[in-house]
């Protein structure tokens, strides 16, 4: 059962677009959020995280919303470039527990 | 830093053969996990570890052993390879557990044939 539900499967945005990347779940025991971005042939790095207490974090041109009444959260990358083309899961877990549950992934494809 | 070494990045194996795949961290990291990743499927967990000594299930452990000597290294053995075991593998280590960074390897792309 994929205790994290991540939309949509693909994505293509023209360069300087802003990619929107949803996800939703349903255990309200979560309480930390990232992202992750994976590049082919690499390991997923973590992009950006946030935890329930906050609505919004920006960090750079990536920007996390999160609605804990509707349990879903979602990634904005301002300014999409290119070398932004990459796989990006979103995830959950509880501090006090030890699995990240991921989503199914988003192949993101930024075009010149 | 290296970080997450994982090896080897690829093997073939036949049906019925084993394997370890070997995983080392050098950030001092007590916790480490196994995951493995299957097209369009996310990650899912297969083992982890608290510490050395200590290890435990995760979401699909069947099929797969580990063990943790040390706090550098958390190998994954595979022990009758079948072909659903097909999959890119990856390692990851983390300070804490639940609401921290975890760091992951670049993974062991393993295919059973």
Known sequence: ?112 | NAGVTQTPKFRILKIGQSMTLQCTQDMNHNYMYWYRQDPGMGLKLIYYSVGAGITDKGEVPNGYNVSRSTTEDFPLRLELAAPSQTSVYFCASSYGQGGQPQHFGDGTRLSIL
């Open chain 1, 1 to 112: 059962q994929q205790q994290v539900k991540q939309s949509p499967q693909s994505l293509i945005v023209q360069k300087g677009g802003i990619p929107i990347i949803n996800c939703a779940y349903e255990n309200t025991a979560f309480d930390y959020f990232p992202w992750y971005q994976q590049f082919p042939g690499k390991g997923p790095a973590l992009l950006i995280a946030i935890r329930p207490d906050v609505s919004e974090k920006k960090e750079g041109r990536f920007t996390i919303s999160f609605n804990k009444s509707a349990k879903q959260f979602s990634l904005h990358i301002m300014d999409s470039q290119p070398g932004d083309s990459a796989t990006y899961f979103c995830a959950a877990s509880r501090n006090s527990g030890y699995a990240l549950n991921f989503g199914k992934g988003t192949s993101l494809l930024v075009t010149p």
